[in-house]
């Protein structure tokens, strides 16, 4: 395939030469913006005449898709493609490839981590420490009461790649668990061996929540003053998957008012938060900067399985993962 034009909208890495060299040894053309806050007409002449648009950010809305003159496909850099009009693309027959599998275990990690830091007090221990270390005694008030983790319920909304894995990881720690997944086949709960229940079943019974679905029409917004008020007043939140699943204002409401214990966040609405987040200065939120995707391998990982992506794009083959069921 010759004469091709791959255009990135945005990325966040350093910078992208190892691509550019690649793509050169491969006679593609190649050119790279950060356009993740410039106006839409930006993004269009910056990507017109491509043949391939790889996306991180940027939205593709349905304006962008109508003005592309012969894109064939769109690789988004990551796992969620909220960001992407799928039904445009839909539409004129692009299929939207995206990631799944480059930080699966990543993400996992920084949801056990966060369930631990919230169920051990481990920021207000440090709290404790230094206040006690102040006043030449200890004073433990500021992390009882605590509870043995073993034998609580944790529950999962979503059992796919990430929730199957974070249930996998912590099986042997005692927990009994608490699924949702409406959308797990028979076999792969034969697979985990493993029963689902409603959502309902999950908030009011779980000691931890831990949320691993993509955002849709239908999660946007999950946690809510509803879900939140069918909480245990011990119970603990963690959202490591979109930031609209979670109505913020609702769960700063309850993290004040006592409706839940506390609450794990990595992700955001808007990213960073603006300084009058109101999650910020709760002693009993624990906020990571949307990086639980992240590690050195990930970060490798991924651009090695985006250009897996283009080599497959140059010989004619489908995407490895479609969301629009295109290819």
Request: glycine share 6%; charged share 25%; net charge negative.
């Amino acid at each position: 395939m010759s004469n091709v034009k791959v255009v990135v909208t945005d990325f966040i890495e350093p910078d992208l030469e190892w691509e550019a060299k690649e793509l050169a040894r491969r006679g593609v053309e190649f050119r790279t913006h950060q356009l993740k806050f410039a106006p839409s007409t930006d993004v269009i002449a910056a990507t017109r005449d491509a043949d391939l648009v790889i996306v991180n950010m940027v939205p593709i809305t349905t304006e962008v898709i109508s003005n592309w003159e012969k894109c064939r496909l769109v690789i988004r850099h990551g796992v969620g493609y909220d960001n992407v009009d799928v039904k445009a693309l839909r539409k004129v027959g692009i299929p939207l490839c995206y990631v799944p599998d480059y930080c699966a275990e990543e993400v996992a990690e920084q949801a056990i981590a966060l369930l631990f830091a919230l169920g051990r007090k481990l920021v207000a221990s440090r709290r404790v420490l230094e206040s006690s270390s102040a006043q030449g005694s200890w004073d433990f008030a500021g992390v009882v009461p605590m509870f043995l983790m073993a034998g609580q319920n944790l529950g999962i909304i979503g059992c796919g790649r990430i929730g199957s894995l974070v249930y996998r990881k912590l099986k042997s720690f005692g927990f009994k668990f608490l699924i949702c997944d409406p959308y797990l086949s028979c076999e792969q709960k034969r697979e985990l061996g493993i029963e689902v229940v409603d959502e309902e079943t999950v908030f009011r019974n779980s000691d931890y929540v831990t949320i691993h679905t993509p955002l849709t029409a239908e999660t946007r917004h999950l946690v809510n003053a509803r879900t939140l008020g069918m909480m245990k007043p011990t119970a603990y939140l963690v959202n490591t998957a979109r930031g609209p699943m979670v109505d913020v204002p609702a769960l700063a409401e309850a993290l004040r008012n006592g409706v839940i214990a506390g609450a794990g966040i990595d992700v955001f609405e808007v990213e960073p938060p603006p300084r009058d987040f109101p999650l910020f200065g709760l002693p009993n939120a624990i906020l990571t900067p949307h990086l639980s995707w992240y590690s050195e391998d990930s970060g490798r990982r991924i651009r090695e399985l985006i250009m897996v992506e283009i080599d497959r794009f140059l010989a004619g083959q489908p995407p490895r993962y479609t969301a629009n069921c295109l290819a």
